[in-house]
């Protein structure tokens, strides 16, 4: 790679992507995070859909954004919201969900200060049940337990991750937690929320999110930066430097 060759394309294609991302963003907030504006109900297959489908009609922003539904956690009236591109089947997921999640929880979101928002993005060419695993999180959402299942599938990553197949792992786990064993099966072993996982795996596709996880802070008012890091003080310091009035900013 040369000086002015490669890097400079990669680094425009970074900056108009997050471009992309700040009109993103402005829907996203018209619509409200979670909003779902188009619902496309599939749960049509008797098998596990374990691959992104081929969605039409979302090359507009508008219909993208209202059927990629992240999942929030915290005050959704937070002034802060911290984006979240993750993948379950990517250990360097796992480590901030492990390690410095709760951190960040504690810090910003159990004080009320910011909101927590994941958005699916399965990397399906390197992590092959990354997709069901999206979907079982959806399933689990459906009986009030997505973010207990969400933490699960992290905690226990490194068992399910190498499995040929974990269908029957992740049923295990929706058990472990009380979850309703027959209703979870019924979606795991379906194409239920397909469409909502292949959306947001869509999103942060069309707005160059380069790499899982990648952690976005948005400040009302501030705009929107990558954190600095993935620890509480890094998401700190870069809400100073997106609040109005910042040079920085």
């Not at 796992?94 to 951190?103: I, M, N, V």
Request: net charge negative; hydrophobic share 40%; with cysteine.
């Amino acid at each position: 790679m040369t000086e002015s060759g490669e890097r400079p394309r990669q680094d425009a294609t970074r900056t108009s992507g997050m471009r992309r991302f700040y009109v993103v963003l402005a829907l996203i907030a018209v619509f409200g995070v979670g909003a779902v504006g188009y619902n496309v109900t599939l749960g049509r297959s008797d098998r596990a859909a374990s691959v992104p489908l081929e969605l039409e009609g979302f090359d507009d922003p508008e219909a993208l954004v209202a059927l990629a539904r992240g999942v929030t956690k915290g005050d959704p009236n937070a002034p802060v919201t911290i984006l979240e591109f993750g993948d379950y089947q990517c250990p360097g997921c796992g480590e901030f969900a492990r390690e410095y999640k709760p951190g960040v929880e504690l810090a910003l979101i159990e004080t009320g200060r910011a909101k927590f928002v994941f958005h699916d993005y399965p990397l399906v060419a390197i992590h092959p049940h990354a997709f069901v695993a999206a979907r079982a999180a959806r399933c689990a959402e459906d009986q009030g337990m997505f973010w207990e299942y969400h933490d699960e599938l992290y905690r226990q990553q490194a068992r399910w991750s190498p499995e040929a197949d974990p269908l029957g792992t992740f049923e295990g786990y929706a058990e472990t937690l009380g979850l309703n064993a027959s209703d979870f099966r019924s979606c795991l072993n379906s194409d239920r929320h397909a469409d909502v996982v292949t959306a947001n795996l869509r999103l942060a596709e069309t707005i160059g999110v380069p790499q899982t996880p990648t952690i976005l802070v948005n400040v009302a008012g501030g705009g929107t930066r990558e954190a600095s890091g993935w620890d509480a003080a890094s998401i700190e310091e870069t809400i100073e430097l997106l609040k109005p009035g910042t040079t920085a900013n």
